[in-house]
């Protein structure tokens, strides 16, 4: 007698999956082309089966495997889709239930990682479990005055690794000599400033992320801000896409701080006097770029910097590889040979380029951590706010 497996369908997981995602895991007609487009195949000998993991969606089934949890929410399958279906929502949807579901639908190893991202973003208003009493510890020397919409033409918002991460501090610190330079008119909210709630809603955890967006909309809408730039395109994601719209709250505009220095060098407000014999690649963060299609602005700042040579990587734009830090991987162990972002190094030193560009605190974590690992002769990564510091006649870039 062969052996049978009997598969229960759950309806009401069906109906609440339908009821999160409209119905969308309906369109897949499970062709595969997620599954063979997913980086996972890169560097795993079983790649991360996309396809399976929809059609489970379609028939309410959940293993309580880890593969859900391998997702970098980076799109790459999105954009390959011949029927267009949102797999990230669907992916953020499933984890949704599995948090809803009893104990062991969600993996151990998830389960050692992810909860105190979320404990640390209800205690400390930040998901880094640092105390929010430090978050404007990246500010040290910098006299930077609370926003005053009557004074300041944008409201910075600095977000939270680029308030906690040491790597990404240096970022921010980077961006506001930027804009000082150019003569931008600028403030923060220093320790008042909230988390966006993206942490928690990569990881599934919907519900909470409307709270922490309720909270966090009510505080942007009475600073008085009109415009909004941001460090982190994960956080410029979730106002854009994912936050009630500007006009509805009164919220600020958001804008991501490539877009605006972009906005400054076609104003001739922002001057590069430094040339910078360079040859750099630009990575595409995909919450910039798949995600919200900003593929120029960038690209227009790196281009404006005198004697800064540009090359492509050959899987960039709409086909650049992720950095490996999306979807919450940023608080889970990933092994070190399954790092996306060994990868990348591979590809920017295979342009002949000494600096690799990014926009992402994310990324500028990842990918340095394994240019390091590549050895001292590796490539540079660097911010594109510290290569337009560098770039600038303004001793004060020049401090780091």
Not at 75 to 80: I, K, L, V
Not at 120 to 144: C, D, F, G, H, V
Not at 168 to 192: P, T
Not at 260 to 285: A, G, M, N, W
Request: proline share 6%; aromatic share 6%; net charge negative.
């Amino acid at each position: 007698m062969s052996d049978t497996t009997t598969l229960v369908l759950d309806d009401a997981n069906i109906e609440r999956l339908i009821e999160l995602t409209d119905g969308a895991a309906a369109l897949c007609y499970q062709c595969g082309v997620c599954t063979a487009t997913c980086p996972w195949g890169m560097v795993r000998d079983e790649p991360l089966s996309v396809r399976t993991l929809i059609r489970q969606a379609q028939l309410g089934l959940q293993d309580g495997k880890i593969d859900l949890w391998l997702c970098t929410t980076c799109a790459q399958c999105e954009a390959d889709c011949p029927r267009g279906v949102p797999i990230v929502e669907i992916m953020r949807s499933l984890r949704l239930l599995a948090w809803e579901r009893a104990a062991g639908a969600v993996p151990a190893a998830v389960e050692k990682g992810l909860p105190s991202l979320l404990w640390s973003i209800y205690w400390n208003e930040n998901p880094w479990s640092q105390p929010p009493s430090m978050r404007m510890s990246w500010a040290k020397n910098l006299l930077l005055p609370a926003f005053d919409p009557q004074e300041h033409e944008i409201l910075l918002y600095i977000g939270c690794t680029s308030s906690y991460d040491p790597r990404a501090q240096k970022i921010a610190r980077q961006l506001v000599r930027v804009l000082e330079a150019a003569g931008v008119r600028f403030g923060v909210l220093g320790e008042r400033e909230p988390c966006c709630g993206e942490a928690a809603l990569s990881v599934g955890h919907r519900p909470y992320f409307e709270e922490i967006a309720r909270h966090t909309a009510q505080v942007l809408s009475a600073s008085g801000a009109q415009e909004m730039v941001i460090i982190s395109p994960h956080c410029y994601d979730v106002f854009v896409n994912h936050y009630p719209s500007a006009t509805e709250l009164n919220l600020p505009a958001p804008v991501h701080y490539t877009q605006h220095l972009s906005r400054l060098v076609e104003q001739d407000r922002l001057k590069f006097e430094h040339p910078l014999e360079i040859v750099c690649t630009y990575q595409d963060p995909c919450y910039l770029s798949r995600h919200n299609s900003e593929y120029e602005a960038p690209r227009r700042v790196l281009s404006a910097i005198p004697g800064l040579q540009l090359v492509e990587m050959e899987r960039s734009r709409e086909n650049a590889l992720c950095c490996g830090g999306g979807g919450g991987r940023m608080w889970l162990d990933t092994p070190v040979e399954q790092r996306f972002s060994n990868l990348r190094i591979q590809d920017a030193k295979a342009t002949g380029a000494t600096t690799l560009a990014t926009a992402c605190p994310f990324c500028a974590v990842c990918l340095e951590d394994s240019a390091r690992l590549a050895g001292p002769s590796s490539i540079q990564v660097l911010d594109l706010a510290e290569i337009a510091a560098l770039a600038l006649d303004h001793p004060a870039a020049q401090s780091e």
